[in-house]
């Protein structure tokens, strides 16, 4: 068949497929709620994790640094990865420490 054998059988028409429509905002329901609502979940659980992090609470960096809190500024964290050394880190680069991840 030509091409133009092949157009001329298209069906005529400009109507909108609402099937096509249906399936595309089942699809962006279901993305939404596997995906989108619990990366959402994660980052106000951190969030709130990071707020309450006090002097003393052991940490890990984003970079893999463990450590223990010793001062809180506005926007960092003053951190003591050994005895005597002290680093400034950022505090969206800070993650609490559970009991669990001490243990290990």
Known sequence: MNLPAILLQAPA???IDFSF???LVL???ILYFFMIRP?????K???KAREAIQNGDKIITSGGLYGKVREISEKYMLIE???GVKI??????IFPVTEE????
């Open 21 to 23: 429509i249906l399936m």
């Open 39 to 43: 990366q959402q979940k994660r980052q």
């Open 45 to 47: 659980d951190l969030q």
């Open 13 to 15: 028409g400009g109507g």
């Open 27 to 29: 699809l962006f329901i």
């Open 81 to 83: 990865i050994a005895e």
């Open 101 to 104: 991840q001490a243990k290990k």
């Open 88 to 93: 400034r880190i950022d505090k969206a680069h």
